[in-house]
């Protein structure tokens, strides 16, 4: 399954915000920085979508605030 993620990074509140099918809004409080808000969006995601964040890779998108995530359904 592949997600579009809109990330708003240094948010007071984080937040999963679901916009629409595979559509989703991640506030997280980490910098823009060496790759802090990336992990930190996946930890969300994970715990959101109830997987464990080996499940979840960011396909495109790593330095910029649009991201596609695949969601591996697999065992």
């Known amino acids: 399954m592949l997600l579009k993620v809109k990330v708003k990074p240094n948010a007071k ?3 999963v ?26 930890e969300l995601l994970a715990e959101h979508l109830n997987v464990s964040k080996s499940k979840l890779k960011i396909l495109k998108g790593h330095t910029a605030r649009s991201k596609l995530v695949e969601v591996d359904g697999g065992p």
């Open 13 to 15: 509140k984080e937040a």
């Open 17 to 42: 915000i679901p916009l629409g099918d595979n559509l989703y809004e991640v506030r997280v409080n980490a910098p823009p920085e060496k790759g802090k808000a990336n992990e930190r969006l996946l």
